[in-house]
């Protein structure tokens, strides 16, 4: 099986589409696939073991598509993935007509053309163009309904994917890009030290980029309701593909100022894995206040989960089911056999509060803090629920709705 990724975003980019394409290229090149990665130059080959990069895409215009089209008659593959997030490729839409273009192209291999597939990451309008929704969504449809197959990686947009009678939908989840693995010698109490953390503190934590829909404000704002409390602020603030990140992390950094909690807040910014599970196992709570409310969608929260982290974060908007990746694959004909995935439980595996309320969210911080007995609950049951969502099942699940395009099922 030979696979070609196109994604706007590939390490050492930062950023949730590049690590979750990296770990899908690294599973199925563990299965036997041949697996190239087409990408932006600001990617390199440095983190491409048993896969071959080709960070070559200056910029996702119209003429790049001539770039696509060549690789594709170079490696002729059998599938085409495009691992799509309007972000990622700098909001450009060249790349939602991409199937159209590759369908013309022969696959020099026994067969009339490449298959294609697309994983749409988030379906909501991105925030930089919040007055584009049609448009938007127009050639995000055009994307979908030329694609051979479509993924969504959480419930609500396989949900909203099932309502545009496309030839085949399936819901395959993402799992978390941060291995579980600590430095060498780690102490918790040590490290908490090192971090200026003192006895008696509580230590919330928060992981992933700053922008409009992570709750960043509504953060700060509990956080100055919670006396005793410390703020680690784990990763890269910012990301490589949302301009918007910027304006909005200065508006978070402005109000720290202003609450007085400069103090109180402390910033890690990009840091290797192990340092990152460290810093997550140093923290007494995580919490993740996303204004649309959790989602599998989230790498972030994906990550909270597999770390066994006491999480408090926010209610899916009404609804919202958490439907499960099926060990066959999903699709509009079999979603009535779907069983139920394991869905985020309000005291059994984390902390539910209303989106974009201080209050509630500073309330179930101090019920945690105040509960070591709690806080190993929702732990043990966030590190249950992750199991679901392991690297190794969402590989061969690619795999599967791979050979189902190739073979013409």
């Not at 030839?167 to 040590?190: D, H, K, M, V």
């Not at 499960?324 to 595996?349: H, I, K, V």
Request: proline residues 6%; charged residues 20%.
């Amino acid at each position: 099986m030979r696979v070609l990724f196109l994604t706007g975003e590939f390490p050492p980019m930062q950023g949730g589409v590049g690590d979750c394409t990296h770990e899908i290229a690294r599973g199925l090149a563990a299965r036997g696939a041949d697996v190239r990665v087409l990408t932006s130059t600001k990617a390199d080959t440095h983190h491409a073991s048993r896969i071959t990069v080709l960070p070559i895409v200056k910029n996702w215009d119209w003429a790049n598509l001539r770039v696509i089209a060549r690789v594709i008659r170079d490696f002729a593959p059998d599938i085409a993935h495009i691992q799509y997030q309007t972000g990622a490729f700098a909001m450009r839409p060249a790349i939602d007509f991409a199937p159209r273009w590759l369908h013309f192209l022969p696959c020099l291999r026994g067969r009339a053309r490449v298959g294609v597939v697309t994983t749409f990451h988030d379906l909501r309008v991105p925030y930089l163009f919040p007055k584009a929704g049609r448009v938007r969504e127009w050639v995000t449809r055009e994307l979908a309904r030329s694609s051979d197959a479509v993924i969504a990686t959480n419930d609500e947009d396989y949900a909203r994917l099932l309502t545009w009678n496309l030839r085949l939908a399936t819901l395959i989840p993402i799992g978390s890009n941060i291995p579980t693995n600590e430095p060498a010698n780690y102490q918790t109490a040590a490290w908490r030290k090192q971090l200026g953390v003192r006895d008696g503190e509580i230590l919330l934590c928060y992981f992933g980029f700053l922008n409009e829909s992570k709750g960043g404000e509504t953060l700060i704002r509990a956080l100055a309701l919670v006396p005793n409390a410390k703020l680690l602020m784990i990763g890269g603030q910012v990301g490589a593909s949302d301009p918007t990140n910027l304006a909005y992390l200065s508006k978070v950094q402005s109000l720290i100022s202003n609450l007085q909690l400069t103090d109180r807040v402390l910033w890690t910014d990009y840091t290797p894995p192990e340092i990152v599970t460290a810093n997550f196992r140093a923290a007494d709570l995580c919490v993740l206040p996303y204004r649309d409310g959790a989602s599998y969608r989230r790498g972030t929260l994906m990550a909270a989960l597999a770390h066994g982290c006491a999480l408090v974060t926010t209610m899916p908007r009404v609804g919202a089911k958490h439907l499960p990746p099926s060990t066959a694959l999903r699709s509009a004909q079999d979603e009535a056999n779907a069983s139920p995935l394991p869905a985020l439980r309000d005291g059994e595996n984390c902390l539910l509060v209303p989106p974009d309320d201080p209050r509630a969210l500073a309330d179930a911080i101090q019920r945690a803090a105040a509960s070591p007995e709690l806080r190993a609950k929702i732990g043990a049951g966030a590190r249950e629920l992750a199991q679901h969502f392991t690297w190794d099942k969402i590989a061969q699940q690619h795999l599967e709705l791979y050979r189902r395009i190739a073979n013409g099922v």
